[in-house]
């Protein structure tokens, strides 16, 4: 999370396959130009911005592998979902959502299935042609 001044803006990033800060450090470039001028940044990794990992899901408590080894779409609600659940409990009343690679086609699907009303708006760039 990049944050400097109070403010009530935050962009949302989902990112696409393996992104996460150790792969892509353009996005600390976005976050601090984005802070400078008022508006907080979040860099959104998802269940695939690693290639294997372990970890507990929070519903049945039970181990599990996530990453991008083994992409599961359908979490893309959880995942996006919780985002917005934090920025909204911290208090931002402008949300914008925005995807990148197939972080943008995550947007995309979670959008058009939710009526999202906390998204002002969103972005995406660099979608991917999927066969599902």
Sequence with gaps: MFHKEPTDTVLI?????????????????????LSDNGCDFI?????DAFGRIETVNVHTGEKEIIGSWNERFSYTDEDIEAYLDYAEAQGYKHIYLAGHSLGANKVICYLSRHHERRVENFCCSVLLTLNI
């Design 13 to 33: 990033a989902i990112t696409g396959i393996h992104g996460n800060f150790f792969s892509n450090p353009f996005y600390y470039n976005i976050g601090d130009t």
């Design 43 to 47: 860099y959104a990794q998802t269940n």
